[in-house]
């Protein structure tokens, strides 16, 4: 949900850190606080074509009906004033195929859920967001964390109803804590060393499960990344649901 997440300054630091472990991007970054017309557009298509409705349900309701939405307002002609808009979910997506870890069967409960699409306080939601703005830049593989799975038929299915073609998806391994938390702002994880890259990208290239015996001391930053992209391995690329790595302990 978009632009409560923008922390001013922020963006900036993650592009900075990229940028610090030689990892650039193609073309021009698109910002999601300048793409409302485009989320408003595509809002406006589901709505015209009777695919989405107004909701009013307090969360109080949901959470006593176990959390997922029953479609209580699909029938109730509700109107936008302090109402949320939910997708009509009529042809849910409950399978999808992750290039790294097979066949993902979904909790057919969230799948078939008529999830939200733009929020009572006026925010478009996140999967509405991604979906345009992955399609409007011509995303054909989306290489993401494992935290994402869940919500990914959820994405599909907004693509099949806009008639778009899905990318292909590829859920990486997430690095843990001790606790089995993620290492996120949220979880207090410490944030991405300032100093030489090289050890930190190696640590993570062996995380990813490709060959870690690269001479990266007699190595710049690009050519490990080059060498890393020349030999990269999906095959080898834990594919387990989320592996605890040493990442605890780096220390550069
Ligand atoms: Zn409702």
Redesign the pocket.
Known sequence: MIPPREVPGAADTILRQLEHYGLHWDGDILWQSQRHDAYREAFAWLYDRGLSYY???TRARIQSIGGIYDG??RALQNGPEQAAVRIKQRHPVTRFHDRLRGDIQADERLAREDFIIHRRDGLFAYNLAVVVDDHFQGISEIVRGADLIEPTVRQISLYQQFGWTPPDYIHLPLALNELGAKLSKQNHAPALPHGDPRPVLMEALRFLGQHSDLPWQEMRVDEILTSAVASWTLSTVPNSAIVNPAFSNTSC
């Open positions: 909701c009013t349900c209580h307002c």
